[in-house]
């Protein structure tokens, strides 16, 4: 590295859960941070930005937000002329697995067209590093027998939100075999949990769809659609208790895979790697993990599955622990969930 441009990144989705991790990561390494993201309202959290300024003034000058959508081509082809960003961590999208089975179109839309088009952009804007969310759901419903899935095993998505992001890894693989300039990286993360170790940041999303913020809110009694009782989706599936087990790994471990893959991202090149612990967590586990670290009980029932949820997956994360020398530092639910509680519970409520 060394031209300009080099420690200028574009984080779309900045003001989402995991791009504000990295907004928050970027600032303290001493990068420029250009936030694109058109704060949807319910998913972005402006105040986590706001956050992190009180957190890093010293860093405040080198953050830069813009509120615009990533489609919005000659918007943000003048972010990218004005802050010269050669790097991209590409966030922004819808991401809620159950949403997309009823809203097929518009998770094609946001992830894949919207996706398209802003890939478009980045490449006349000639960026040479460019990182893509991507998920462990482009694996589908693996059976036992091939667990952990690994990067080269075969994908099946099974719901629209999984398909928009194995096709958006194959447009990011294609766009870079033509422009050959510019490399990628494509991670997916499996279950992302936790706030950051410093409290600055927490998970807020309205409505809450993911688990573990919905099991504490339960637990703190702010969770009055279902009185703070607790709905385990289905405890039919084949696994050793009934409910759905998952690959939790905390988002400052996923945020770190990302600062490593741009250092690794090479001309060409488009690289993916699972981000898990490789360790299957059941929902009842889970429970157990949270009512440890709160000291509190749940009200637990059990309702209908969800349609599109896997039974079980867990990762294989060797390569990306070969490849970009990540060693996640939160080992275990409970210090994920300790994390998540301890910012929880400094919010007023
Ligand atoms: N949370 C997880 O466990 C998980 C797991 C696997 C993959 N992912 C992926 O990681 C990424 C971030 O997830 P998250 O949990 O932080 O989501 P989030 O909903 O908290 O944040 C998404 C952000 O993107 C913004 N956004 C959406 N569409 C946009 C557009 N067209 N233009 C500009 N901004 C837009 C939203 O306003 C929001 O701030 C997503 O791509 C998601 O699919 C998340």
């Known amino acids: 590295m060394g031209n300009a441009g080099d420690r200028v990144v ?31 309202p319910g998913r972005a959290n402006p105040a986590g930005l706001e956050a992190i300024r009180r957190a890093e003034p010293a860093a405040s000058a080198r953050l830069h937000v813009v509120n615009v959508d990533v489609a919005d081509g000659p918007a ?39 996706g398209v088009r802003f890939i478009e ?10 990182v893509v969310s991507s998920s462990c759901t482009v694996y589908g419903e693996p059976d036992a027998a091939s667990l952990p899935v690994r990067e080269g095993d075969q994908m099946h998505p099974t719901h629209p939100y999984g398909t928009s992001k194995w096709m958006l890894e194959r447009i990011v693989r294609h766009t870079v ?11 997916r993360y499996f279950n992302v949990a936790g706030c950051d170790r410093s409290g600055v940041l927490g998970e807020v999303h309205e409505p809450e769809t993911h688990v573990i913020p919905i099991i504490l809110r339960c637990l703190a009694g702010r969770w009055p659609g279902t009185n703070n009782v607790f709905f385990i989706f289905g405890d039919d599936f084949s696994t050793h208790d009934g409910t759905a087990v998952r690959d939790y790994v905390h988002v400052d471990d996923v945020i770190d895979a990302h600062v490593r893959a741009l250092g690794v991202i090479r001309p060409g090149l488009t690289l993916a790697y699972n981000l898990g612990l490789g360790k299957g967590v059941s929902i009842r586990e889970l429970i157990g993990a949270c009512e440890r670290v709160t000291g509190k009980r749940l009200d637990v029932r059990v309702g209908a599955r969800r349609p599109g949820d896997a039974p079980m997956l867990w990762a294989d994360a060797s ?9 996640p530092a939160v080992g275990t639910v ?3 969930v300790e994390s998540a509680w301890r910012w929880m519970s400094g919010q007023p409520k």
């Open 121 to 130: 952009t980045a490449v006349a804007c000639g960026v040479k590093r460019l």
């Open 334 to 336: 409970e210090e994920m």
């Open 319 to 327: 390569l990306a622990r070969a490849e970009l020398g990540w060693t």
């Open 177 to 187: 075999d033509a422009n050959p300039s510019m490399g990628a990286c494509c991670l």
């Open 10 to 40: 574009m984080v779309t989705g900045g003001a989402g859960y995991i791009g504000a991790h990295a907004v928050l990561r970027l600032l303290r390494d001493g990068w420029e941070v250009v936030v694109v993201d058109r704060m949807i």
């Open 76 to 114: 943000v082809r003048r972010v990218f002329e004005e802050h010269r960003c050669a790097s991209v961590l590409h966030f922004a999208g819808l991401a809620y697995v159950a949403e997309s089975v009823g809203k097929p179109v518009e998770y094609y839309v946001e992830n894949v067209s919207k």
